[in-house]
C-alpha cells in the first residue's frame, strides 16, 4: 500500500552523486541560494500565495473526512419519470415503500452547492444495484427494497433510482465539485425470495442456519435473518451463473458482453469461479468504469474477513485503472479508501472485534476505517472526555487507520438525541470530534427519528424534510434554518482545517473550554483553536500563531489579527472556530 506520505518524499534520496554531479550539485544549491534571495526582496504577498496553493493541493485526507449518507431513495427526487418501475406500488407499510428519491436527485443537489455550503466532501449512497421486483411481509407491512440492501442482480442500476448513466453522471459532477464518492457495497447477502423473485441456486447461498451472532460460527457461515439469502463466500466449489441472471441478461441484449467479461476477468486473476469472486468482479467494475474513490463494507463481520483484501486489492486496480484513461477527471492519487460495517465495534475496542469466543483484527484485512459505533453513546459525555480519549488512540495505536464517527444511521434504533432535542450540540460534538465523521441525511435539517406508526428501522428513514428549510419551520423551539446554519458553519471549518479531525487535541483551558487541534504529517502542517463558551478577555494564541497572523472565525465568517500574541474577540458568541484562512 502507497501512503499519502510516500508523495511527499525526494526521488532523489537513493541517489549516487558521481564526482561530476557533485559539482553541479554544489553549482545548482548556490543557485537555489541566490533565487531564494532574490523572492525574499520581492513581495511576501507572493510567497504566501504559492505556499497556499501548495495546501490547497492537499486539502483532504479520509482522516478528516465529512462524509454525507443518504437513503438514495429518501433524498431528493431529480426525476418523477422513474417512481413507478417494474409493477412496484405504494402498497408498503408506513415509510416500506420507494418514494421517488433517485440519482439525478443528489445530482442535482450536488450542483446547487448543498454539500459544498456544508463542508462535506465524501457522498456515500446506498447501493444503487438492482434490487428485488417484489416485496416481503413480515408482520410490518409490505416492504420493497427502496434502502437497497436486497440484490437481485449486481451488474445493472435498479430503475427506480434511475440508469447506469446517472450513475456515471453524479460521480463525475461530484469530483468536478471536489467531492468524492462511497459506494455502498454488499457481498454477504442476495435479496429476499418474493413472489417475483427466485432463490439463487443452492451452490452459490443458504437459507440456513440462520445467525445466532453468540460465536463466530454463528455470526458468519449463517443467514442474517430468515429468508436473507447468505453467500456461500467460503465455498471452494466452482459455480455456473444463475439461470434467471442469463436469461434476463438475454433479454436485455448483453448476455455474450457479460460472459465475455466474466471469463477474462477470471483468465486475468486465476481465480476460480466461486460465488465471492463473481460478486468481487461485479463490484469493481463500478470502479473501473467511474472512478468511485472507494468502499463501504456492508455486514463486514459476517463475511471471512480474507475476503475483504481480496475485493481490495481488486478495487485497487479498477481505480488505477480508471486514473490511467481518465487523468483529467481524477481528483488526486491518494489510494482507493474502504471503510467497514463491523457492527458493534467501537474505537476503545481500537484493532479489535470480539466475537464471543474469538477476535479479529479486520485493519489487517485492508480497511483503512471502521465505522466508530461507540461515538453515539459518548456524545452524552463531557467534551473533552471525548476528544482527549479519540485523539489518544487516533494518534497512538490506530495512528495509520481512522473512524467514522456518527450521531445517527439508518439501522441503529439507538441514537444520541432521538428526539431532535440537543440538534446543536450533536453537531458541535460531531463534526469538532477526532477522526472522520458522518452525517446521515437530514441531521442537519434535524429530520424526525421517530416517524408516527412505523415499525423497525423504518422510523428512521423518513423522506429528506426539504419543506421544513423552505418554510422556516420550528421545532423544539429552534429554526430549521438555524440548524442547518451551524452544520455548515461546522463542516466548512472542518472541511478547511485537516488538523480539525486528523490533528492531536490539547485541551489549553476548562473554563472556558478552549482547545488547539494540530497536524504535522504527510507533509501537512495545520492548526486551529476552538473555544467553547466566553472567553471574557483577549485570547492568547502567541504558541500557536505568530504576530500578524490573520486569524477567521468560522463561526462569524470575521477575521482578526494576532497582535501581542493576542487576539480580541467580540464576547456575544458561545462558539469560536478559529484557523488561518484559505
Known sequence: ?????????????????????????????????????????????????????????????????????????????????????????QDGGPLRSFMGGDLKGITMKIEEGYFRDLGVNVLWITPPIEQIHGFTDEGWGKTYAYHGYWARDWTNIDPNYGTMMDLKELVKTAHKNGIRILLDVVLNHTGPVTLADSQWPDDWVRIEPVCTHDSYEHAVPCALVPNLPDIKTEST???????????????????????????????????????????????????????????????????EAYIWGELY????????????????????????????????????????YDYGDSTVNFFNHDFKALI???????????????????????????????????????????????NRERVFESATKLMLAPGAVQIYYGDELARTLTAEGTKGDAHLRSFMNW?????????????????????????????EHLAVGAGVHEMISNDPYIFSRRINRYGIKDQVLVCMGNPG??????????????????????????????????LNQNLYLLGKPL
Not at 390 to 410: E, K
Not at 467 to 476: G, H, I, P, V, Y
Open 1 to 89: 500500500m502507497t501512503w499519502p506520505m510516500e508523495r511527499f518524499q525526494s526521488k532523489f534520496k537513493n541517489e549516487n552523486y558521481s564526482k561530476e554531479k557533485y559539482y553541479l550539485s554544489i553549482m545548482r544549491q548556490f543557485f537555489i541560494i541566490a533565487l531564494f534571495l532574490t523572492l525574499s526582496c520581492t513581495s511576501n504577498k507572493q510567497v504566501d500565495e504559492n505556499s497556499e496553493k501548495e495546501n490547497i493541493d492537499s486539502r483532504f485526507l479520509w482522516e478528516n473526512a465529512t462524509v454525507y449518507f443518504m437513503l438514495t431513495d429518501r433524498f431528493y427526487n431529480g426525476d418523477p419519470s422513474n417512481d413507478k418501475p417494474l409493477g412496484r406500488k
Open 237 to 303: 466449489n466452482e459455480v455456473d451463473i444463475p439461470t434467471f441472471l442469463k436469461e434476463k441478461w438475454n433479454e436485455e441484449g448483453r448476455l455474450d458482453q457479460e460472459i465475455k467479461e466474466l471469463e477474462a476477468f477470471f483468465s486475468r486473476t486465476g481465480y476460480s469461479k466461486l460465488p465471492k469472486y463473481y460478486i468481487i468482479k461485479w463490484l469493481i467494475d463500478y470502479v473501473r468504469e467511474m472512478g468511485i474513490d472507494g468502499f463501504r463494507v456492508d455486514t463486514a463481520k459476517h463475511l
Open 313 to 352: 486489492k481488486e478495487a485497487v486496480l479498477a481505480l488505477n485503472d480508471w486514473r490511467s484513461e481518465n487523468p483529467e477527471d481524477k481528483l488526486d492519487d491518494l489510494d482507493f479508501y474502504m471503510v467497514g460495517e463491523v457492527y458493534g465495534y467501537g474505537i476503545q475496542g481500537e484493532f479489535y
Open 372 to 418: 466508530n459505533f461507540s461515538f453515539k453513546a459518548d456524545a452524552a459525555r463531557d467534551p473533552e472526555d471525548i476528544f482527549s480519549e479519540y485523539s489518544q488512540i487516533l494518534n497512538g495505536s490506530l495512528a495509520d487507520y481512522s473512524v467514522v464517527n456518527y450521531v445517527s444511521s439508518h439501522d441503529d434504533g439507538g441514537p444520541f438525541d432521538l
Open 467 to 495: 419543506e421544513d428549510l423552505e418554510t422556516n419551520a420550528e421545532k423544539n423551539g429552534y429554526k430549521i434554518p438555524d440548524v442547518l446554519d451551524h452544520w455548515q458553519k461546522l463542516g466548512r471549518f472542518r472541511n
Open 537 to 570: 478577555q483577549p485570547l492568547t494564541v502567541k504558541d500557536m500563531f505568530e504576530d500578524g497572523s490573520i486569524l477567521k472565525d468560522y463561526y462569524s465568517n470575521k477575521t482578526y489579527k494576532v497582535e501581542n500574541g493576542e487576539i480580541e474577540l467580540p
